[in-house]
């Protein structure tokens, strides 16, 4: 079958096996932004926008997506032209092995479109889908915080190359651990 999708604002036409769900179609077809981690819709790796909406692309049967708008981690900037979110992840250190990166970037511009002022609770609320296998939470609500900053014109846009230490912190935010200081 063919689906029809608005992917990052083209028009585009896929084949697709019935019992494909939407992330095997975008990986086939080039957009491997969206991460295969657990394939149960558990970790957040895959988490595409669909009308808007952060969801699982791991466990959305693409027949149910035909027509939707669909926005990928490749719908942002490039590596020359970082969107303000990406610019402040580099910024803040926040990606180590970066897998869990680009869904969990894809969630904060979900919230920060709905709420372009967040406190860290929100932050922390929002991302509690997106689990990060190297347990860098801290530095990530942190840096959602400053992307939000950014794009209310509260700090500089752009990236400064990232010169902070990577480091490894304790657990998820969504088991309330003792990441929170
Ligand atoms: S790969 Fe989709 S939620 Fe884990
Ligand atoms: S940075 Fe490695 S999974 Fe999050």
Wanted: hydrophobic share 35%; charged share 25%; proline share 6%.
């Amino acid at each position: 079958m063919q689906i029809e999708l608005e992917l990052n604002g083209r028009q585009r036409t896929f084949d697709a096996a019935k019992s494909d769900v939407l992330l095997d179609v975008l990986r086939r077809n080039g957009y491997t932004g969206p991460k295969r981690g657990c394939d149960t819709g558990a970790c957040g790796f895959c988490t595409v926008r669909i009308d808007g909406d952060p969801r699982m692309s791991c466990v959305t049967p693409v027949a149910k997506v035909d027509g939707a708008s669909v926005e990928t981690i490749e719908g942002l900037g490039d590596q020359n032209d970082l969107h303000p979110i990406q610019a402040a992840f580099v910024d803040n250190s926040a990606l180590q092995c970066g897998f869990c990166i680009p869904g969990m970037i894809m969630r904060s511009k979900a919230l920060l479109e709905e709420n372009p002022d967040p406190t860290e609770t929100e932050v922390r609320e929002a991302l509690s889908d997106n689990l990060c296998r190297c347990t860098g939470y801290k530095k990530i609500v942190e840096a959602v915080l400053d992307a939000a900053d950014r794009m209310n014109g509260d700090a500089p846009m752009a990236a400064d190359g990232g010169a902070g230490a990577v480091d490894c912190e304790a657990p998820p935010w969504s088991q309330g651990g003792g990441d929170t200081e």
